[in-house]
């Protein structure tokens, strides 16, 4: 478990737009790297299970087998050149989603808009990660946020599988006193640090690198689940799950939904509303009794 951290970083120079090109080093192997020796073109490596996907604003091919020559365990599986919003499968554009107003940094509309009544700015700043507000879980999610802080206080939030942290920013936007945000992969936890500084909270959310299970039994009023169905199929008959109030639970296929509403329906809760997105995707917002 690891504290993300950024080291003599102001948020003001975390606020430029992305590099207009991506140069992609798809690696087999579970890679050993020093940032302090790479290049100011490296930007971040994405690690999932034994891969390695390591990102450049310019071609570093030979740094690359630099790399490999000082771990031989590695082997370059492929490589890829792509534009940033291609990575994104579109351009970073602004979006309202319910009382959320979510638009990346380098937006220049942001000071001459105008905003709608009780509207929520958020500033996010995905990087090569994933989370934009686009897709349907996550604005599913939104929504279900909305819902659970229009009924009750809520002072606490854990929100596992944070990506770029925006459920976790959503969350200090509605009144959230205390959000304890993880993700497994450290290049999402150092994105969500990120865009914590870049909406000011720090004093509200928390960034963690770490497993969701080893987080589950960390106490707090609401728990946001957006992650594979493996991992949370596990945590909702945890001890530390069924000490929450309330849960948000995402990411789900048609199956993966059935499957778990039945796991749910042998536990002491009640699912207050259902979000089916796209005929494909399932959210669960619910109170446990």
């Known amino acids: 478990m690891n504290r993300a951290q950024t080291r003599g970083k102001d948020p003001v120079e975390l606020r430029a737009q992305p590099s207009k090109d991506l140069y992609i080093y798809y690696l087999k192997g579970r890679l050993r790297v020093d940032e302090k020796i790479l290049s100011n073109n490296f930007i971040g490596n994405w690690q999932e299970d034994n891969t390695s996907f390591l990102f450049f604003s310019e071609p570093s091919r030979r740094e690359v087998e630099k790399i490999l020559k000082q771990q031989p365990c590695l082997t370059l599986?492929?490589?890829?050149?792509?534009?940033?919003?291609?990575?994104?499968g579109s351009k970073i554009s602004p979006v309202r989603i319910g009382r959320f107003y979510i638009a990346p940094p380098w937006q220049k509309s942001w000071d001459k808009r105008n905003p709608h009544d009780n509207e929520l700015p958020i500033v996010l700043d995905p990087g090569v990660v994933f989370g934009t507000g686009t897709h349907i879980t996550t604005r599913d999610c939104l929504k279900a946020l909305e819902l659970a802080f229009s009924g009750t206080k809520i002072e606490s939030v854990l929100d596992l599988?944070?990506?770029?942290?925006?459920?976790?920013?959503?969350a200090a936007k509605l009144g959230c006193d205390t959000t304890i945000a993880v993700d497994l992969n450290f290049l999402a936890a150092r994105t969500a640090l990120r865009n914590v500084q870049l909406n000011h909270l720090e004093g509200k959310v928390l960034i963690v690198q770490g497993k969701a299970n080893d987080f589950i039994d960390s106490p707090c009023d609401l728990v946001i689940a957006n992650i594979q169905y493996d991992v949370m199929k596990a945590l909702v008959t945890s001890q530390g799950f069924l000490s929450k109030k309330w849960f948000i639970l995402s990411g789900l296929l048609r199956s993966e939904a059935r499957d778990l509403l039945f796991i749910l329906s042998q536990q002491h809760l009640k699912i207050l509303e259902k979000w089916e997105g796209e005929g494909i995707w399932h959210t669960f917002f619910g109170e446990i009794c």
Do not use: I, K, N
């Open 77 to 88: 599986l492929d490589q890829f050149h792509m534009p940033y919003t291609q990575w994104h």
């Open 161 to 170: 599988g944070t990506g770029t942290g925006l459920l976790a920013l959503a």
